[in-house]
């Protein structure tokens, strides 16, 4: 994470982490369609000829909260067994990460193979799953991104948790008065129809 104290401006980076065709770059598509137009930056993609993304999105967002001007960068890393060395790359600064893995049963071993190498990468970035926000055990969103079903709120809920493991560091709450509630109050006007809850259950989606 960034914080420019002078700007008071927060930058936070979020990965978007699982196998190919586990539906990563969908994800970001469907989440940049329920962003307030005015709000969103450009969505950028490297694809090949068979539509997977050979390297990474981004999804810029800059909203404010509080006195706070925030700025959200997501990413994807590329799926494809042979392009490990760039999603080291990309989980490098990774204040959040999103495990998208394929619901269906013949991808098990695919998935876990993916969280094992994540695990690795992050370790090779002097980082550890531990030091990821979660709670308790990482919870878990059922998602149909292609539907867009459930895509917003693994979205809110990965933010909510990493605002907890950013005030641990900044104390924002006690310093400007931003608490976790307000600033995802404020994350979700940026967004077009915002859902009304949480989505907890079941297995990540692809």
Known sequence: MQFNTGQRELTLKIVYYGPGLSGKTTNLRALYQRIQPQLRGHLMTLDTADDRTLFFDTLPLVFTAGNLKVKLK???VPGQVMHNSTRRI??????AIAFI???QPAKRQENYKYWLNMVENLKANGLTIESMPKENRQPVYEAVAVR????????LGLVEMTFDHVDKVYQ???????????FVDELRR?????PS??????????
Do not use: M, N
């Open 90 to 95: 990309v989980l490098q600064g990774a204040d």
């Open 197 to 206: 809850g949480g989505g907890k259950t079941g297995t990540d989606g692809a």
């Open 101 to 103: 893995a394929d619901s």
């Open 172 to 182: 924002l709450s006690q310093k400007i008065g931003l608490d976790r509630q307000a």
């Open 148 to 155: 867009g079903e459930g895509v917003v709120e693994t979205f």
């Open 190 to 194: 940026c967004l077009v129809d915002p």
């Open 74 to 76: 997501l990413f994807t």
